[in-house]
């Protein structure tokens, strides 16, 4: 009996060893890996280590950083991730940080919670510079996410936001303000077989906007014996976009990223960042295309402030209030516009009543997806009047 007991001791005593070993080689490793800044497969910034202080120490916010560096630091963490995800599959789980896995391989951002004390703030702030500036020609059109659009391919039981009464509301306010609404869902639901969403990215695809454009000529004054043929280019076939990056899903998969050109007389532009103070003769950046975020190629990304010159014989100035979705819409407008002003409120700091002033703004337009318009809490300190 004696021996059999010695036999379970050693035993426990060998797994005790091993396993003490194992973590602290892990600790040892995790000590001495580089640390990263960026991760491709997550496609964002990772925390770096926090510096101490009295102040940051006392009021916890040193500890609260450093469990997030060493979170994002931790050895081989792409690929502890990658295995929660598939064990979240396995087990039933029918999304990851805010990301359905869908059918026919899309993943599908959850539709966003409406923000009611942001949206009152920029509801009023809409109809307050719509009141402002009457002899302004104002246009709004808020994009539907896949979700809503593409609902048909979100897994069983998932239970999301009805953003159609978000828009249908909005639509209600400005209308009453005078301002003209664009009705992007329409167009999008008779095209919703069509790839006009990324299967892999938040954003709508160029197709998709091109149908929203097309949709907008109308409403925007553009008539229809001027419109301008476009043709669609693929730039890149190896796109994988934001949406499998935070939710660990498809990784593996690629798809294209279409530009479209007119047919024929393309309009030249010059294209000048304002605050990074720099030009280009192209609305497209071709060096984003070797990056893990290749929809930055359109417009180079998101800027606070983006004033584009171009050729057209038309004298109408145009200001886009807008999220990330206008970057690969405002292509279609530049044959109808002698200048397009591009503000991002996200980034923006300047004096709105100045830029208007200045660049002798004819027609406005707010062009944002529904979940960051409905989340936004920076639109309304960009439309206030100093």
Not at 79 to 108: C, E, Q, R
Not at 112 to 127: G, H, P, Q, R, W
Not at 298 to 321: P, W
Request: glycine share 4%; proline share 2%.
């Amino acid at each position: 009996m004696n021996r059999v007991n010695r036999k379970r001791r050693k035993v426990r005593l060998w797994m005790a060893l091993g396993f003490i070993s194992c973590i602290a080689l892990l600790v040892l490793a995790d000590g001495i890996t580089k640390e990263r800044k960026f991760s491709e497969e997550e496609n964002r910034m990772l925390a770096t280590k926090p510096k101490a202080s009295v102040e940051t120490v006392m009021s916890g916010k040193f500890m609260s950083q450093y469990e997030k560096y060493k979170s994002d630091q931790f050895l081989g963490r792409d690929f502890w991730v990658s295995l929660k995800t598939k064990a979240d599959l396995l087990l039933g789980k029918k999304d990851s940080n805010g990301v359905f896995k869908g059918a026919d391989g899309y993943l599908l951002e959850e539709i966003s919670v409406l923000d009611e004390a942001s949206y009152k703030e920029n509801m009023d702030a809409v109809t307050a510079f719509a009141a402002r500036y009457p002899d302004l020609k104002m246009h709004m059109l808020i994009a539907p996410n896949a979700a809503n659009i593409l609902k048909e391919k979100l897994p069983a039981f998932a239970a999301t936001e009805d953003q159609n009464a978000q828009l249908k509301r909005t639509e209600e306010i400005v209308s009453a303000a005078g301002i003209q609404w664009i009705d992007a869902a329409k167009t999008l639901n008779q095209h919703k077989n069509e790839e006009i969403y990324y299967r892999t990215d938040h954003h709508w695809t160029t197709k998709g906007a091109y149908y929203a454009f097309q949709e907008a000529a109308g409403d925007l004054g553009i008539l229809q014996e001027e419109m301008t043929a476009f043709v669609p280019h693929t730039v890149t076939e190896e796109f994988n976009g934001t949406l499998s990056a935070t939710s660990g899903y498809e990784r593996s998969r690629r798809e294209n990223i279409d530009i479209y050109l007119p047919e024929k007389n393309d309009t030249e532009v010059v294209v000048n960042y304002v605050e990074e103070k720099e030009k280009s003769a192209s609305m497209y950046s071709s060096e984003k295309l070797e990056e893990k975020d290749k929809y930055g190629m359109f417009l180079n990304g998101n800027h606070a402030l983006v004033d584009i010159k171009t050729t057209s014989e038309k004298n109408r100035r145009l200001l886009i209030l807008k999220d990330s979705y206008a970057n690969c819409f405002v292509p279609f407008l530049t044959p109808y516009y002698r200048e397009i002003v591009l503000v991002d409120p996200r980034y923006y700091y300047g004096d709105l009543d100045d830029l208007i002033e200045e660049d002798r703004i004819t027609d406005v337009l707010f062009l944002y997806n529904g979940n960051t318009f409905f989340t936004d809490n920076n639109l309304s300190g960009v439309l206030a009047s100093e």
